[in-house]
């Protein structure tokens, strides 16, 4: 009797982890974009909007941080494939009260490549790197921010089609 392949596609049927074979598969245009937010004291967001931080423009190093991060996303996951990127995108959305009465940034990354597997782990990376950069400049002053809600909140392209996120779970 033959052990049943795992729904989980980086197993093998023996359980053990592997890189999923992609040469078969058709290349096309995938796009993924993830989401994350940083929360922070309002002085610290006050600081970061007026671009008088001692380290230098914030959110300008963190977007390129974040680029570098999704053009090495293989580096860091074990799994992934690498992947030439056609486009990443960082966006950030201060807001002086987020939805739990915190103020903070939202970080936006979209990426896109022409190629057989999607790009759902780059946007990820990116916006967690993005997220980071931000942590990392502005700790002096604020110990306390905290990243929450990374996510994939849309993906097109490829064999699964087109994934939008449900509104709820710190969309």
């Known amino acids: 009797m033959s052990t049943p392949a795992s729904p989980l596609t980086h197993f093998d ?20 974009v993830a989401t994350g937010r940083i929360e922070m004291q309002p002085e610290t967001l006050a600081l970061i909007e007026s671009g ?77 790197v993005a997220l980071l950069t931000i942590y990392d400049m502005c700790k002096a002053l604020d110990r306390g921010m905290v990243i929450s809600a990374v996510r994939v909140k849309e993906k097109r392209g490829g064999k699964s089609g087109y994934f939008v996120a449900s509104t709820h779970a710190g969309s």
Not at 91 to 112: D, K, L, Q, R
């Open 13 to 32: 049927a023996q359980g053990q982890a592997h890189m999923v074979d992609v040469g078969a598969k058709a290349a096309t245009h995938r796009v993924a």
């Open 52 to 128: 008088t931080a001692k380290k230098g423009d914030v959110l300008g190093i963190a977007r390129i941080a974040g680029i570098m991060a999704a053009k090495r996303t293989s580096d860091l996951i074990p799994l992934c494939h690498p992947l030439a990127l056609t486009r990443v995108a960082i966006e950030f959305e201060s807001s002086a009260v987020g939805e739990h009465g915190t103020t903070g940034i939202s970080c936006i990354a979209t990426v896109e490549t022409v190629g057989p597997t999607g790009v759902e782990m780059e946007a990820l990376t990116a916006v967690q």
